[in-house]
Each structure stands twice: as structure tokens, then as C-alpha cells.
């Protein structure tokens, strides 16, 4: 019997609802093998724990989640705490401290599924870098209270950081067997770190001679984005151009309900988190409405980081099912179902 440790953090909003399923689910896929065990550990860390405690986790909140194989987040965010509060005490802090560098998120249309584009074929694989750049943290006000009022905010480039990035990208094409990469960049206006950027990419680049690979400013890789998608395979970029390339890459797929993403410590020097990416939406929580399959999509990237390929096949695969039929699915993509019974069906086509 493997016994694997997974630290719940189900945050706010519909993030409780999807990570109570997300719950059921792993519970089912044990249940049905028969030689894993998930122990459960469920934080309450979120905005209403910070509107009770004055923080987002305690002084020894890290500590308390390193002790596990992997995080599963829900969502962080309510309109009575500053979004910059919940990000910079709560996901910044795991994601930096656990060196979670690799941010991946897939942009794939699933069968049963309509682009908003019209689009037959979406499948690629956005690399973000996790831990510095634009989302480092620094800055400053200057004058305030005064007309000479001003921010300055700063982003941090280190070669380490960025050569790790590129290199994992161009590695996950290798290992995926897939034929090109793009380096979102602009270059043209961020004179410094987007150069610097274009300058480690062009390094690695020249290592990886069998990867068709080139840089394109990420304006216009997000109009490619919308206007051909079929021709992009592997998306590296920096934590801000990442962060906005695959929202953008979400609502693609009809839902940002839809979509999964995996914050990798590569490494496994410390435990690595998954979490779908839509927000907490705090006007449907509790309806029981909440699309559950960004969740379940993070939990297969979560069984295949552990390694339990045979699990998150089956889960996939059962998903896919469920979205290919057509007849269970929630109201966002055009169905009238709740969350469980989305669920439900799933685990119904596990065990078929």
C-alpha cells in the first residue's frame, strides 16, 4: 500500500465546492485500485481566514505544507480582501519558497467541446516562469500625497531563473516529441529585461537544433493565438506574459472553468501545487454550479507527477468521456447540471 500525503487548500468561493469534488474523486480512484492511500490534510487558509486573523496562513503556514507529497489548490479571492493581499500572503509565498519555477498550463480543446474561436484544433502547452521576473515583488511609492506621486515597480531577470525556464521548455518539447517552441518577448519596448530574456533564449536555442523555435512578441502571439492556434505546440514565457497568454488561452476553450495548471518544482526538492485557474467566483459559490472540470484536469497533472500514470489515464480519459457525450455538463458551457452530477458521471465511466 502507497500512502500519499496530499495538503488541501480549498480557499474561497467555489474553490471549497470544487475541491470537496476533488476530494471524491481521488477517494474513488483509491478505492479502485485498491494499493494507494490519499491522506487528506484540509488547510483552512483563505480571505475569510484573513478577515479572522489578520493573515492569510500562520507564521509556520510553509512548514505545515512541506510536510506532503503534493498541494491541491481550489481558488483565493474575495472582494473584501485586495487581490494583492491573498496572491503576496498566500500563492506568491508557496510558489517562491517551494521554488515552484515551472508554471504549466495546457490549452487543449477537448472533444464535446466548442472554441469561442471556431476552431477545430487547440493543443498546445504554455511554460510560465514562476518565480521572479515581473511578479518579484519589488517596488516602491515615492512623493505620495503630493503631484509628484508615483509607483515604481520592478522586475527581477536572473540567468539562473531564466535559463532554467527555457531549458525545461525545450526539454518538455523533447520529451513530448513535439516540433516547435515559441519565446513570448517584447523586446522592442522592454529594453533590459525582455533583452536579456531574447539573449538566454537564443543561448538555449542553439542547444535544441531539432526544435523549430523562434521569438514573437507577445502582442502578436496573442493575436496568433486566436487566428492560429494549430500552428503553436510550446509557449515559453515570463510570469506576467504567461499568466495573461493563458487566461487568454482558457477563454479560448469556451470556459475559464475548463482549464488546468501545475505549479512544478521539477526537482521535487519540495512539494509541487495544482490548481485550476479560474478565480474564486464568489457570485456562484455554494450553487452548486461551479465547473469542476479545471480541478480534475489539475488532479490528472497531479497523478502523473506522482507518477501514477495508470490513475490519471483512467481519470482523463473518463473526463474526456464525459465532456465527448455531451449530456452531463455545467451551465457555463452550455449544460444545465450541477457540479456533482458532472462528478459523478465521471466516476461512473472510472469504473465502466
Known amino acids: 500500500m502507497r500512502s500519499l500525503k496530499l495538503n488541501l487548500i480549498p480557499g474561497d468561493g467555489i474553490g471549497v465546492d470544487v475541491i470537496k469534488e476533488g476530494r471524491r474523486?481521488?477517494?474513488r480512484i483509491a478505492e479502485l485500485d485498491g494499493n494507494i492511500k490519499f491522506i487528506f490534510n484540509e488547510l483552512p487558509w483563505s480571505c475569510e481566514y484573513y478577515l479572522k486573523h489578520g493573515y492569510m496562513m500562520p507564521a509556520d503556514g510553509l512548514k505545515i505544507l512541506e510536510d506532503c507529497d503534493a498541494i491541491l489548490l481550489g481558488a483565493v479571492g474575495f472582494p473584501s480582501v485586495p487581490d494583492h493581499i491573498s496572491l503576496r500572503e498566500l500563492?506568491?509565498?508557496?510558489?517562491?519558497?517551494?521554488?515552484?519555477?515551472?508554471?504549466?498550463?495546457p490549452v487543449k480543446l477537448l472533444p464535446g467541446l466548442k472554441s469561442t474561436l471556431k476552431k477545430e484544433k487547440i493543443d498546445f502547452v504554455v511554460v510560465r516562469e514562476n518565480s521572479e521576473g515581473e511578479y518579484c515583488g519589488r517596488g516602491r511609492f515615492e512623493s505620495e500625497g503630493t503631484e509628484n506621486e508615483k509607483a515604481i515597480q520592478e522586475a527581477v531577470f536572473t540567468k539562473h531563473g531564466?535559463?532554467?525556464i527555457i531549458q525545461y521548455a525545450f526539454e518538455y518539447a523533447l520529451k513530448n516529441k513535439l516540433k516547435s517552441l515559441i519565446s513570448a518577448t517584447k523586446s522592442n519596448a522592454l529594453n533590459y529585461s525582455m533583452v536579456f530574456w531574447d539573449k538566454i533564449f537564443n543561448g538555449q536555442k542553439a542547444k535544441y537544433p531539432g526544435i523549430q523555435s523562434k521569438s514573437v512578441h507577445v502582442d502578436a502571439l496573442a493575436g496568433l493565438f486566436i487566428m492560429k492556434p494549430e500552428e503553436i505546440e510550446v509557449v515559453v514565457a515570463s510570469n506576467l506574459f504567461g499568466d495573461i497568454l493563458t487566461d487568454l488561452g482558457s477563454a479560448m476553450l469556451g470556459s475559464i472553468g475548463l482549464s488546468p495548471s501545475a505549479n512544478i518544482n521539477p526537482e521535487r526538492h519540495y512539494p509541487s501545487m495544482f490548481e485550476p485557474i479560474h478565480g474564486s467566483a464568489p457570485d456562484i459559490a455554494g450553487k452548486g454550479i461551479a465547473n469542476p472540470i479545471g480541478t480534475i484536469w489539475a488532479i490528472v497533472m497531479m497523478l502523473e507527477h506522482l507518477e501514477l500514470k495508470d490513475q490519471a489515464l483512467l481519470l482523463m480519459n473518463a473526463m474526456t468521456a464525459v465532456l465527448a457525450d455531451g449530456k452531463i455538463r455545467t451551465p457555463d458551457i452550455g449544460?444545465?447540471?450541477?457540479?456533482?452530477?458532472?462528478?459523478?458521471?465521471i466516476i461512473c465511466k472510472m469504473m465502466k
Do not use: A, H, M, W
Open 335 to 345: 449544460g444545465k447540471s450541477s457540479t456533482s452530477e458532472v462528478v459523478d458521471e
Open 25 to 27: 474523486i481521488l477517494g
Open 91 to 105: 500563492l506568491l509565498p508557496i510558489r517562491c519558497s517551494f521554488d515552484q519555477y515551472v508554471n504549466l498550463r
Open 162 to 164: 531564466t535559463e532554467r
